[in-house]
Each structure stands twice: as structure tokens, then as C-alpha cells.
């Protein structure tokens, strides 16, 4: 009863789901817009309970071979002039045991430890979603329609299910004043496990890379207020990013010429979602689609590995009951969903200064961290405050 599953979605959340259903004797099967796996993405932390989550996986050694290893950062003015230096744990926010991987190395992980025993199919999307009391008749836009048991909506920020089953996403949307950017360029500044900052006042912008021979990302944030963008159409959102930091300087005239013919364009909103409720009969939602943090929680890959192994978990233990399962699902994860996206809420102002004094007194404050007496105190408290969110869940063992 309720076997056969339909995940919308192949990145973190639908593959590390469709890992635990199979375990559990479940059929996933797995539709993913995009032709092929996406790559792409900035460096996302695991934490906490994710880490559990992982260990549990059997992936944990993998996790440790990927993890960027990054050492720090440097502050740096128009002219590429050092202002302060920051080691990568202080920076991120990062305790003993936590991991950072970059995003499309994760998603290539769940990827493979999945596709013998679960079915994607790349290149379609769901076009609509009807269901009885016995199943869910999905129709598709390019396959026949198919019967599922429960249809999973775990396709990010913008979800497909989430627009054809609770409606238009509006309602939904937290948009936080701000726009991400990410892609990858050449490593031109020989960056070796290094990362470069740059602020202008409601902007930064930052360059690393995770090796001297490897490639180099590059990361974008602006304010904006929410303008009517299109994001299906990445010419448009190049053209946004390169008015948005047009006259700003640094290495930005150079980063946007690489904009140009990079493979990975990444844009998106600043934005969370919030609903008072996840699941509509058979169809329920997972990770950024029923409960993006943003990147400025830096907890969105973490939510969606932790509310996988939960939904799996109680869809197991509930003999087939999938209205017990999503409500235990829902009422397991809200407060830890709520303490991560609060996480983004305290955390974006320093994350994107407003002003030149603001920048300025950050700047002096990171170059004099080291011979404040009141460090502890002052870094103590934001690393408790991510310490107790990444852990706010106890994992059952399903088992
Ligand atoms: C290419 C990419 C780059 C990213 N880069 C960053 C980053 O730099 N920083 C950051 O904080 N977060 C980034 N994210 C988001 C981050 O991965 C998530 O916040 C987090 O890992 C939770 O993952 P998720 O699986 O719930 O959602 P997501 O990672 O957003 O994945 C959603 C998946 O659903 C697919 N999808 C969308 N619409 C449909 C549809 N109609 N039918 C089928 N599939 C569909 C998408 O292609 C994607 O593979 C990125 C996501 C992607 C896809």
C-alpha cells in the first residue's frame, strides 16, 4: 500500500528521499525538469543532526573526501587591497564536525548512491495532479500519463507540485530584500582554498576556489525589491545582476564578462517560504518547497536532508497511513524548520552590510577580532545560536 511514489525534483531533497523510500521497500520514481543532473551551486553547509543524517546514509566518508577544506577569506577594497582576514570556521559559522561541500558535488553523490535503484526520468515535468481514493493520476509534460500512490513536491523555492496543488507560489513567498547570484569562472586569481570579499554598500560579492588547479565561483547579493523577473529565463537575470553592478568596480567588470559564457548560472530571490501546511491528500511537500531558510541560513541543505529521512521514515512506520505520516512528518520538523529560518532572519544584516560605515567598522572589527577580549563572547553566541537550530530535531530510528 502507497509503494509507488513520484518525486518531483533530482537535487538534494528528492534523491536523498528517494534513498530512505528504497531502503524502506518503497518504489520512488524521480522526474527532474532539467535534461540532465544540475550542477552548480555555491558551497552548502552540512550541520548538526544533517550530519547524522548523512553518517546514517553510509556517505559520511565521501562527504569528508569532498569537503571544500576552505582555510579563509580576505576582506579586500576597490583596488584589491587586503582590509582583514578571517579564518573559514569563523566565517561560516562552522563547528567541530560540520561539513561544507559544494552543492553539485552533494547533489552527484545522492545521485549515484540512487540511480540503480530508483527511476529518473530527466527532461519532463508534471503538468497536472488529480487524485481519488485510490491514487494519483499524474499527467506529464512530454511522458504518458502514470498512477502513483503519493506525488512529493521536492522542487526548490519555485515548486512545480506546490503551484499545482496549493496554488500560485505568491502567497507562500518571504522574499527577503535581496537577489543570489553564483557561477563558475577560470581560477585567474589563483586562489588556493581562498575566498576574496568585496562590499559596496547592499552588495558583496565574493571569489574562491576550492584549489589552486581548480576552477573558481563566484558569488553575487544584492538588495532589490522584488522586480517581476521571469525564472525560467537566465538572459534576463544576467542582464539584472549586470545593471545591478554596473560602475561598482573591483573585479566585477571582469567576473560579468565570464557571466557571459559560463554553464552554470545560478539566480534566485532571497527568499523563505512559509505555509501552514505541507501536505494537501496525497500529495505533500519537501525541503525548499514547503520550507526554504534561504541562503542566508545557510541551513537549506541540512532541512532538506533532515526532513527527508523524517518523511521517509514516518511514511514507513505508519503501515501505509500517509495522512498519519505527513502529519507526524509536519509536526517533527516545524520547530526545527522555524529555529533555521529564523537563523536567516538575525543573520542577514551582517551578512550584507548597508552602508560605507557599516563596511568600514565590519572591516576594522574583523582585523582587531583576534586581540578583542570580549572574541568569545561576541562569536560565541552566533555559534551557539547555529549550533542549537543545526540540532533543534531529535532522529528517530526507523529502522
Ligand atoms: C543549480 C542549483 C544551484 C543552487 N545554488 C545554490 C547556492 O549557490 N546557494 C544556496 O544557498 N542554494 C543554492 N541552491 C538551492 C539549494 O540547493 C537548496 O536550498 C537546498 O539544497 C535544498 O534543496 P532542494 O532539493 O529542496 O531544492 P533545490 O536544490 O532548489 O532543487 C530543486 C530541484 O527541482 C528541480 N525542478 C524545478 N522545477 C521542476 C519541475 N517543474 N519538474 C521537475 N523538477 C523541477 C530543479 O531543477 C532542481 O533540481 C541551488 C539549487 C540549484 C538547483
Not at 364 to 377: A, F, T, V
Request: hydrophobic residues 40%; proline residues 4%; aromatic residues 12%.
Amino acid at each position: 500500500m502507497n509503494k509507488k511514489i513520484l518525486i518531483s525534483g533530482a537535487s538534494i531533497a528528492g534523491p536523498a528521499l528517494a534513498y530512505w523510500l528504497h531502503k524502506y521497500g518503497f518504489q520512488p520514481t524521480i522526474v527532474e525538469k532539467s535534461p540532465i543532473l544540475r550542477g552548480g551551486g555555491y558551497k552548502v553547509d552540512i550541520r548538526g543532526v544533517a550530519i547524522k543524517v548523512i553518517e546514517k546514509m553510509g556517505l559520511i566518508q565521501e562527504i569528508r573526501q569532498n569537503d571544500t577544506n576552505m582555510r579563509g577569506g580576505t576582506y579586500v577594497n576597490k583596488e584589491n587591497k587586503p582590509l582583514a582576514t578571517m579564518s573559514a570556521d569563523i566565517f561560516n559559522l562552522r563547528s567541530e564536525g560540520d561539513a561544507e561541500v559544494m552543492r553539485g558535488n552533494l547533489a552527484n553523490i545522492l545521485y549515484h548512491h540512487t540511480k540503480d535503484d530508483v527511476e529518473y526520468i530527466f527532461g519532463d515535468s508534471i503538468s497536472s495532479i488529480a487524485e481519488d481514493d485510490d491514487g494519483v493520476i499524474v499527467t506529464f509534460e512530454k511522458g504518458e500519463p502514470r498512477t502513483f500512490d503519493l506525488v512529493i513536491g521536492a522542487d526548490g523555492l519555485h515548486s512545480n507540485v506546490r503551484k499545482l496543488v496549493f496554488g500560485d507560489e505568491s502567497p507562500f513567498i518571504n522574499h527577503l530584500g535581496f537577489y543570489v547570484a553564483t557561477f563558475t569562472i577560470p581560477n585567474y586569481l589563483n586562489l588556493d582554498q581562498w575566498e576574496l570579499y568585496f562590499h559596496a554598500p547592499e552588495k558583496v560579492v565574493s571569489i574562491y576556489s576550492t584549489k589552486k588547479q581548480a576552477e573558481a565561483k563566484s558569488f553575487f547579493a544584492f538588495k532589490s525589491p522584488l522586480p517581476s523577473y521571469d525564472h525560467h529565463d537566465k538572459e534576463q537575470q544576467k542582464g539584472l545582476l549586470a545593471d545591478a553592478f554596473s560602475g561598482v568596480g573591483w573585479q566585477i567588470p571582469q567576473l560579468l564578462m565570464y557571466m557571459d559564457d559560463t554553464e552554470d548560472f545560478y539566480f534566485d530571490s532571497m527568499s523563505q517560504v512559509e505555509m501552514d501546511h505541507w501536505s494537501i491528500g496525497r500529495t505533500v511537500l519537501l525541503g525548499d518547497a514547503a520550507y526554504c531558510g534561504s541562503p542566508a541560513s545557510g541551513q537549506g541543505t541540512s532541512m532538506a536532508l533532515v526532513g527527508a529521512y523524517v518523511l521517509a521514515g514516518e511514511l514507513a512506520s505508519s503501515s501505509g497511513d500517509h495522512h498519519l505520516a505527513f502529519t507526524r512528518y509536519e509536526s517533527k520538523m516545524r520547530n526545527f524548520v522555524q529555529k533555521n529560518q529564523q537563523l536567516a532572519l538575525d543573520l542577514i544584516d551582517d551578512f550584507i552590510p548597508k552602508s560605507k560605515t557599516q563596511i568600514f567598522f565590519r572591516s576594522q572589527m574583523i582585523r582587531l577580532l583576534p586581540y578583542l577580549p570580549g572574541k568569545k563572547l561576541i562569536l560565541g553566541k552566533m555559534l551557539d545560536q547555529v549550533e542549537q537550530a543545526a540540532n533543534a530535531i531529535f532522529l528517530e530510528d526507523y529502522t
